[in-house]
């Protein structure tokens, strides 16, 4: 693949930073560079805002009719599916994930965020409310909350990138994209599309760059809204930044979900599905399932099944059609994750398979391997903290009372899952476990019509479904005096 070279979009332009300044991106599978992309510069983005800005107050994509942005919106999806191939490469390439992962999550999830909001934008209604004035009418209207900064992490950079603009989009807002520096080059090609579509320019405005363009957007005053997906440390400091004018500020952040595998489970089914939850995408994905309780009765061979099947995976480069599992997305990242593995090792959890960076024909890329751990307590790091990668904790339970306290005992609450034939139980647990999604007998997958989101130190706000119609607008009740 040619080196791409990624500039920014402002006002309709594409443009490099005034100061010069590039970053690289790198190939996951083999540590090589694929791409330089302009370091925007605070002039850059005081640009980007303000070309936001001009298109909110010249209302070039508020004022047009609703079936017109309908219309450009299911273009963008249509323009996505054209090009679903090129974009699944290109992910492949930046973030690792392998290419059927890239096809049917990354790239057809954003295709159908796109038509699922078009579809959005012609429903978007107030109501008329029964105040109890004589004479009077009130009604309300669901206006743009304005200019909003869509700052993205980079396990899943498309995709997620779509969860925020094509929202935002539908509810008539201008919007400033920044990807993460680590996974640019979907998010650059998405906004061609965008502007290919023919959404006019300064509505979607993108910035490249570090933690430095993040704050800078975060702490401007003319930004009026920030949707944040990323770390839960980042999202506290960005609460905190957001205080000056006080924006709207929508947080989806980390999880440790708890898979819960109760006596009576179909013990296959669930080895597979806590494999798969477990492992896509590396275990780069906040809703990973990360800690499961296993019935001690059935633990022993739970764990056996499990660890034999991660053993089995094909680790290799995503873009390798035989690949199971691809690599993490950085060195630096592959390291966190060690640490968190040596730590359990030290504190006295029993490596029952991986625990190790592969070597061999692998060893130049960020390959890990698949890693389970047995003999765990609920107090170790390994079960507490968040991870994000191919490391899954295996812990028995001996009372199905204690589970909805143990798998509450974290921060998060983003996931959670429950593997049981029993309806009763699944219900149960559905109602006990603090988390925003709870999936029974399956793995955690997101859709367009579903909320997405989590309680506790997991984030503020949904996105998805009508709910994020709610984020991305502002209420204004209309009083009419009609005597
Ligand atoms: P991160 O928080 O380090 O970075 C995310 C983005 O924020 C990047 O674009 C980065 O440049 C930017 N950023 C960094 N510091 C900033 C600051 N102070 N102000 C503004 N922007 C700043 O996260 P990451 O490591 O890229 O992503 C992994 C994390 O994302 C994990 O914790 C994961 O659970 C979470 N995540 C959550 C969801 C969800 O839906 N809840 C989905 C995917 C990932």
Known sequence: MDQVKGRLFIGGQWTGAASGKEFTSFDPATGQPIGTFAEAGPSEVDSAVDAAR???????????????????????????????????????????????????????TTAEHFRYYAGWCTKIEGVVTPVSFPDTLHYTRREPVGVCALITPWNFPLMIASWKIAPALACGNTVIVKPAEQTPLTTVR????????????GVVNLVTGGPGVGKALVAHSGVDKVSFTGSTAVGREIVRASA??????????????PSIVAADADIDAAVAGNLQGALLNSGQVCAAYTRVYVDRHRIDEFTEKLATAMAGLRLGPGIDPQTQLGPLVSPEHLAGVDAHVR????????????????????????????????????????????????????????????????????????????????????????????????????????????????????????????????????VKGVWMHLG
């Open 343 to 474: 730590a359990a090792v030290g504190a006295g959890a029993q490596l029952v398979t991986g625990g190790s960076k592969a070597d061999g024909e692998l060893a130049s890329g960020n390959f890990y391997r698949p890693t389970v751990f047995a003999g765990v307590d609920d107090d170790m790091a390994i079960v507490r903290d968040e991870v994000f990668g191919p490391v899954l904790p295996v812990l028995a339970y001996d009372d199905p009372e204690e589970l909805a306290d143990r798998a509450n005992a974290t921060d998060y609450g983003l996931a959670a899952a429950v593997w049981t034939k029993d309806l009763a139980t699944a219900h149960r647990m559905a109602a006990d476990i603090r988390a925003g999604a709870v999936f029974v007998n399956m793995l955690p997958i997101p859709d367009s019509a579903a909320p997405w989101g989590g309680f506790g130190a997991s984030g503020w706000g949904r996105e998805m479904g009508k709910y994020a119609l709610d984020v991305f607008t502002e």
């Open 54 to 108: 001009k298109a909110l107050s010249a209302r070039s994509w508020s004022g047009i009719t609703a079936a017109e942005r309908a219309r450009l919106l299911w273009r963008v999806a249509e323009l996505v599916e054209e090009h679903a191939d090129e974009l699944a490469e290109l992910e492949t390439r930046d973030q690792g994930q392998p290419l059927g992962v890239a096809q049917g999550v990354s790239v057809a």
């Open 244 to 257: 000056g004018n006080l924006k709207r500020v929508t947080l989806e952040l980390g999880g440790k979900a």
């Open 190 to 201: 998405l906004v061609e599309l965008i502007e290919e579509a023919g959404i006019p320019a």
